[in-house]
């Protein structure tokens, strides 16, 4: 399911986003693709080693989503069972920070983990971005995570949405 929806401006409309991916992590993350694809992902680490979980979790979907913006003007959210169908089926596979991060909150929470996203704006600017923080670590698949940036932004808005 792609989900094309009207949605508020400012804050009232990051907040419904945010509402809207929660919903459709917490409504896949049972399906049985998303729960393969999490054992999947985290077989290399420990029983219980959270920290290497919620690696090995970012890798994979960093790996496996090409990240694509949305259209201008358009707010497009993909349901993390389309995600994981075109991944099983060796498709080409894409989305924005918004997809990823719900298809990744999706896998954190069917391996037992509790992820919640955070929507940012940088450097006094409008919301701009959202990524996954779970148990006090910043998983962004849209950016190689380990690799500190020449130029850091800072953060000066941030909303959160428990999953």
């Known amino acids: 399911?792609?989900?094309?929806?009207?949605?508020?401006?400012?804050?009232?409309?990051?907040?419904?986003?945010?509402?809207?991916?929660?919903?459709?992590?917490?409504?896949?993350?049972?399906?049985?693709?998303?729960?393969?694809?999490?054992?999947?992902?985290?077989?290399?680490?420990?029983?219980?080693n959270r920290a290497c979980w919620c690696a090995?979790?970012?890798?994979?979907?960093?790996?496996?989503v090409r990240y694509v913006p949305d259209p201008a003007g358009v707010e497009l959210l993909h349901d993390p069972r389309l995600i994981a169908r075109g991944i099983a089926e060796k498709k080409q596979v894409y989305g924005d920070c918004d997809d990823m991060s719900t298809y990744l909150a999706?896998?954190?929470?069917?391996?037992g983990l509790s992820?919640?996203?955070?929507?940012?704006?940088?450097?006094?600017?409008?919301?701009?971005?959202?990524?996954?923080?779970?148990?006090?670590?910043?998983?962004?698949?849209?950016?190689d995570s380990w690799q500190v940036s020449s130029r850091q932004h800072v953060e000066t808005s941030v909303l959160e949405r428990v999953v």
């Open 1 to 48: 399911m792609l989900s094309l929806f009207p949605q508020s401006t400012g804050v009232l409309g990051v907040r419904q986003t945010l509402s809207m991916m929660a919903g459709l992590a917490n409504g896949a993350m049972l399906n049985a693709l998303i729960r393969d694809q999490a054992a999947a992902a985290v077989s290399g680490c420990g029983k219980g």
């Open 115 to 143: 992820p919640v996203l955070r929507a940012v704006g940088y450097d006094r600017r409008p919301f701009s971005h959202v990524y996954v923080m779970c148990d006090g670590i910043k998983l962004d698949a849209t950016r």
């Open 56 to 64: 090995a979790l970012m890798l994979w979907v960093n790996r496996s």
């Open 106 to 111: 999706a896998l954190l929470k069917s391996v």
